[in-house]
Structure formats: C-alpha cells, structure tokens
C-alpha cells in the first residue's frame, strides 16, 4: 500500500495568513493521482482538489495545491474563519486508496 | 447536488454483523464506483472498498476476508455487510462516490458512529 504522510498533525494561524500543507507518499503517485478533501465536525467531508491541482466545482481559488510524484502541498492563501477544520489527500492511482492522517489547522 | 446519507444500527454485538445502507439522491447510481470509508475514534481514515453500478466490487485486502458490498439501482443505494466485528470495527462510517480504477471520492456523507459492544 502507498503511505501518505501528512505534515505538520497541526497548524495553528490566525484568519487571514496563508497556510502551507503538505502530503508525502511512500511511492510515486502515477499522473498526479492525489485529491484532498475538508473535514468539518457534523459535516459531509468536502472534495478540494483532485489530479493534484484541479480545483473542484464550486471550490474558492483561494485554496489551490501542487506537486508530483512523492510530493504534494495544499496552499489557502487567505485563511477564513470557515477554512478551520482537519485536511486530508488521499491517493487513487493504486489500490487500495488510501489518505493520510490529516492535518487539523487550528485558529491561534 | 449529489447527496448521501447512511442508515443503519448504531450497535453491533461482537461476533455479529454491521450492515449499512447509503441512500443517494440528487444523482443517480449510475454509472459511478460508490466506496465505504472508515475512521477509527483518533485514528486515521481507512477505505473499505467499493462497488460499481454494475455491481462488481473490489475491497481493500485487510478487510476482504469479512466484507461483502452491494447495490441496488432500483432503489439508488447502496450497502455494506461487515462480518464476525470485534470493537477494532468500533468506528465512523462513511459512504462516497468514488474510488474505483482512478477515481477520486468527490462526494461523501456525513458518517454514522457504529459502536461494536455487548
């Protein structure tokens, strides 16, 4: 199985700063096969990005992401209140799928 | 918008069987993979596996020995069955659209606890 390996557990900032997540795989994930998704308390998870950079429908530019191969990042350029939740990439291009263990940023 | 909403017992004797139902609305069964994600209290998410509309599934190899997935396009659902659960299976399970042959979960429902107790 591909491991994914998220950094930092936690981030804590302030409405308005930029954050910088990061997603490492175990494997070169094939063709950018790496999608991340927002995870609110009593809320349906929430697609992001997916093929790496792809914004999905309806998402704010604000969130935007990069990489390739081992190595992948989740920018949001302008944290906003709503922005505060726990962030997790999951690779698709080998089974099984498989996610990270989620970056939570906190607000300072 | 796609939506969907899982159903089933909150709690499941050791030894017995989990059975969950995803209803989808706002979208049709067809012709998606339709996955099961779980989380653990504290710990990581954890892909089940999926199930096309065709009804072919694929489950991750650390479960498939105990997993059994179907779909019923009639009704735009889809279940799973998780057999002989001890509390290691004590968690949060979701229903998604996707993760089948290179596709993303692009959407998710909003869990249900399932605790496994006696």
């Known amino acids: 199985d591909i491991v994914l390996t998220q950094s930092p557990g936690t981030l804590s900032l302030s409405p308005g700063e930029r954050a910088t997540l990061s997603c490492r795989t175990s494997?070169?994930?094939?063709?950018?096969?790496l999608a991340w998704s927002q995870h609110r308390p009593g809320q349906a998870p929430r697609l992001l990005i997916y093929?790496?950079?792809n914004r999905a429908t309806g998402i704010p530019d604000r969130f935007s992401g990069s990489g390739s191969g081992t190595d992948f990042t989740l920018t949001i350029s302008r944290l906003e209140p709503e922005d505060f939740a726990v962030y997790y990439c999951?690779?698709?291009?080998?089974?099984?799928?498989?996610f990270g263990q989620g970056t939570k940023v906190e607000i300072k | 918008q796609v939506q969907l909403q899982e159903s089933g017992p909150g709690l499941v004797r050791p030894s017995e069987t989990l059975s969950l139902t995803c209803n989808v609305s706002?979208?049709?069964?067809?012709?998606?993979?339709w996955s099961w994600i779980r989380q653990s209290p504290g710990k990581g998410l954890e892909w089940i596996g999926y199930?096309?509309?065709?009804?072919?599934?694929y489950y991750n190899p650390s479960l498939r020995s105990r997993v059994t997935m179907s779909v019923d396009t009639s009704k735009n659902q889809f279940s799973l069955k998780l057999h002989s659960v001890t509390a290691a299976d004590t968690a949060m399970y979701f229903c998604?659209?996707?993760?089948?042959?290179?596709?993303?979960?692009?959407?998710w429902g909003q869990g249900t606890l399932v605790t496994v107790s006696s």
């Open positions: 998604a659209r996707g993760g089948g042959r290179l596709r993303y979960i692009d959407y």
């Open positions: 706002g979208g049709s069964i067809s012709p998606y993979f």
């Open positions: 199930v096309f509309y065709s009804g072919s599934t």
């Open positions: 494997l070169s994930v094939s063709n950018t096969y």
């Open positions: 093929g790496a950079s």
């Open positions: 999951h690779q698709y291009g080998s089974a099984p799928l498989t």
